[in-house]
C-alpha cells in the first residue's frame, strides 16, 4: 500500500495567517493514465470528512478560493491563504492512484 | 443535492455480523463507483472496500478480505456491507462514500462497535 505522510501532525495558527500543511507519498503518485489522484478533505469537529480539493489542485464545488493546492510525483502541499475560525479541523490528503487509496494521519488545525 | 444515508449500525459481539446499509439520493446512483471507509474513534480515516458502478467489480482492505462483502443495488439506489467474523479492531464509524476518485461525497457515518 501507498504510504502518505503528513506534516505537521498538528498546527496552531492565528486568525487571519496562512497555514500550510505538506503531504509525501511513498511512492508517485502519477497515475498510468497521466493524472495525479491526489485530494485534501477537512474534517470539522464531529461530522464526516468533506472534499476540498482533488487532482492535487482543483477546488471542489463550494469550496473557498482560500484553499488551494499544489504538487507534484510524491509531494504535496495544501494552503490556506487566511484562516478563519470555520476552518478549525483535521486535514487528511488521500491518495486514489491505487487501491487501496490510503490516507495521511490528519493534521489537526488550531487557532492559537 | 446529493444525500448518503448509512444504518445498520450497532453493538455487535466478537465473531457476530452486522449489515450496513447506504441509501443513496441526488445523483444517478448506477453512473458511479461507490465505497466504504471507517474510521475508528478518535483516529484516521481507512479505505474498506469499493465497488464499480454496475456492481461488476469490488475490492476490499488486506485487514477485511473474506470477512466482508459489499454490494449494491441500482434499482434501489443501495449499497451494503456484510460483515461477519468481526473482531474488536473492526468497531469504527462507517461511512458510505460517492466516488471512484475523487472521494466526493460523504455520510454521515454509522457507528459499529465490536465488544463482549
Redesign the interface.
Known amino acids: 500500500d501507498i504510504v502518505m505522510t503528513q506534516t505537521p501532525l498538528s498546527s496552531p495558527v492565528t486568525l487571519g495567517q496562512p497555514a500550510s500543511i505538506s503531504c509525501r507519498s511513498s511512492q508517485s503518485l502519477v497515475h498510468s493514465d497521466g493524472n495525479t489522484y491526489l485530494s485534501w478533505l477537512q474534517q470539522r469537529p464531529g461530522q464526516p470528512p468533506r472534499l476540498l480539493i482533488y487532482k492535487i489542485s482543483n477546488r471542489f464545488s463550494g469550496v473557498p478560493d482560500r484553499f488551494s493546492g499544489s504538487g507534484a510525483g510524491t509531494d504535496f502541499t495544501l494552503k490556506i491563504s487566511r484562516v478563519e475560525a470555520e476552518d478549525v479541523g483535521v486535514y487528511y490528503c488521500v491518495q486514489a492512484t491505487q487501491f487501496p487509496h490510503t490516507f495521511g494521519q490528519g493534521t489537526k488545525l488550531e487557532i492559537k | 443535492e446529493v444525500q448518503l444515508v448509512e444504518s445498520g449500525g450497532g453493538l455487535v459481539q466478537p465473531g457476530g455480523s452486522l449489515r450496513l446499509s447506504c441509501a443513496a439520493s441526488g445523483f444517478t446512483f448506477s453512473n458511479y463507483w461507490m465505497?466504504w471507509?471507517r474510521q475508528a474513534p478518535g483516529k484516521?480515516?481507512?479505505?474498506v472496500s469499493?465497488i464499480k458502478s454496475d456492481g461488476s467489480s469490488t475490492?476490499y482492505?488486506d485487514s477485511v478480505k473474506g470477512r466482508f462483502t459489499i454490494s449494491r443495488d441500482n434499482a434501489k439506489n443501495m449499497l451494503y456491507l456484510q460483515m461477519n467474523s468481526l473482531r474488536a479492531e473492526d468497531t469504527a464509524v462507517y461511512?458510505c462514500v460517492r466516488g471512484?476518485?475523487?472521494?466526493?461525497?460523504?455520510?454521515?457515518?454509522t457507528l459499529v462497535t465490536v465488544s463482549s
Do not use: T
Not at chain 2, 471512484?100 to 457515518?109: A, E, I, R, S, V
Open positions: 465505497n471507509v484516521g480515516l481507512m479505505c469499493r475490492s482492505a461511512y471512484g476518485w475523487p472521494l466526493d461525497y460523504w455520510g454521515q457515518g
